[in-house]
C-alpha cells in the first residue's frame, strides 16, 4: 500500500488579513499546493483559530480545505485542555487514513527548566520556568491494521525571547547581552522541545522495537543543528551501536543538495521543515519532493504583499 505524507506551514493561517491580502486571495494559491501533495496525511503547521458564537474553531482552515480531497479528512489539533484549538499557531494533522489515537505533549515528559534573568530590568528574585510555545502532536494512524505514529512538531523559531525591560521597541534591543540572553532562552525552548520529542520517540521504541514512526514538521532548524542531532541521535553522536536501530533518518536527504531547502532568508537557502523516519520506514521510502519552486525569501520579501508561504512543503511516498 502507497501513503503519501507531507508537512507544511501555512504562514499563520487566519480569517483576518495576512501579508497583505485577504483568505479568499491565499486559499486560492494554498490550494493547488495542497492539491499537487496529494497526502494521505497531511501536517499542517502555524493554522490560526477564530472566534464564533460557540468559541473558538479552524475555521480558516476549514474555508482553505473546502472543496479539495482534505476536506473529509479526520482532523487533529493541538489546543486547550478543553479541546478548543488556541487562538494562535496550533499544529494540525489531517488523515486519510483512520486515526486511533490523538495526544499532545508539552512537559508531560520533560519539567520546564528554571531561568533566572541576568539582564532584566529589574532583576527578579526567583528563576523562572522556561516552557514551550507549542505542544506535541502525537497521533496514531492504521495503515493495514498497523500502527503509524506521527509526530508533527513546530519548534521555537531561532527569535530572542523578550527580556523584561530592554526592549525599546519591537524590533530594537537596549542591550546586547539582553539580547543575547533572550537568544539563548530561545534555544532553551527549541532544544528542549526537541528532547521532550525524542523521549516520546524512545517510549515507542521501548514499547514496540520496530515501530513505524515519522517526526514531521517545521523544526527551525538545519540538517547540522543541535535540535535535529537530539531528535535523530545517531551512532557516531551516541557512540554506541546498540542504538542504531533508534536513530532517526531525515528522508529529505534523498533530495539533491541544490533542491534541499524549505526556507529562502536572505538570498540563503535553508532546510528548516523535515520529516524523520525510524528505521522500519526507510527502506519503504519510494520519493520525496520539496515543492520550492519559486519559493519566496522570508527576510527580503517579508514586507511585501503575498499569498503563499515563505516555506515550502515537504512531501514523500512509502510502500507500506
Not at 196 to 207: G, K, M, N, P, Y
Amino acid at each position: 500500500m502507497k501513503i503519501r505524507v507531507a508537512t507544511f506551514n501555512l504562514e499563520t493561517l487566519d480569517e483576518r488579513t495576512e501579508h497583505g491580502v485577504t483568505l479568499d486571495v491565499r486559499a486560492a494559491v494554498l490550494r493547488p499546493i495542497l492539491n499537487t501533495l496529494g497526502a494521505d496525511i497531511l501536517c499542517l503547521q502555524e493554522v490560526n483559530a477564530q472566534e464564533s458564537p460557540t468559541g473558538r474553531s479552524l475555521a480558516a482552515l476549514k474555508t482553505l480545505l473546502a472543496g479539495t480531497a482534505y476536506e473529509t479528512y479526520s482532523l487533529a489539533h493541538t489546543g486547550h485542555a478543553d479541546g478548543r484549538p488556541r487562538d494562535v499557531h496550533n499544529i494540525v494533522t489531517l488523515s486519510r487514513l483512520p486515526l486511533v489515537k490523538v495526544r499532545q505533549v508539552r512537559h508531560d515528559l520533560i519539567t520546564p527548566p528554571l531561568v533566572r534573568e541576568c539582564t532584566a530590568i529589574p532583576a527578579p528574585r526567583d528563576a523562572g520556568e522556561v516552557m514551550w510555545d507549542r505542544p506535541i502532536l502525537h497521533t496514531v494512524v492504521e495503515v493495514n491494521s498497523a500502527k503509524l505514529h506521527i509526530l508533527n512538531l513546530h519548534l521555537r523559531a531561532p527569535l530572542p525571547t523578550v527580556i523584561r525591560g530592554r526592549k525599546e521597541s519591537a524590533f530594537r534591543w537596549s542591550s546586547a547581552s539582553a539580547w543575547a540572553e533572550g537568544f539563548y532562552i530561545s534555544s532553551i525552548k527549541r532544544n528542549g522541545q526537541a528532547l521532550e520529542a525524542r523521549v516520546v520517540v524512545d517510549e515507542l521504541f521501548d514499547a514496540d522495537a520496530g515501530a513505524r514512526i515519522l517526526v514531521c514538521g517545521d523544526l527551525n532548524a538545519g540538517e547540522h543543528e543541535v535540535p535535529l542531532a537530539i531528535l535523530r541521535a545517531t551512532v557516531e553522536d551516541t557512540g554506541n551501536p546498540a542504538l542504531e536501530a533508534r536513530v532517526l533518518h531525515d528522508v529529505g536527504a534523498q533530495v539533491p543538495t541544490e533542491r534541499r531547502y524549505s526556507v529562502r532568508h536572505g538570498g540563503r537557502p535553508m532546510l528548516l521543515d523535515h520529516m524523520l523516519a525510524s528505521r522500519s520506514m526507510v527502506p519503504q521510502v519510494m520519493n520525496v519532493d520539496i515543492l520550492n519552486r519559486d519559493l519566496m525569501d522570508e527576510l527580503t520579501d517579508a514586507e511585501k504583499p503575498f499569498a503563499g508561504s515563505f516555506h515550502a512543503p515537504v512531501v514523500a511516498e512509502f510502500e507500506l
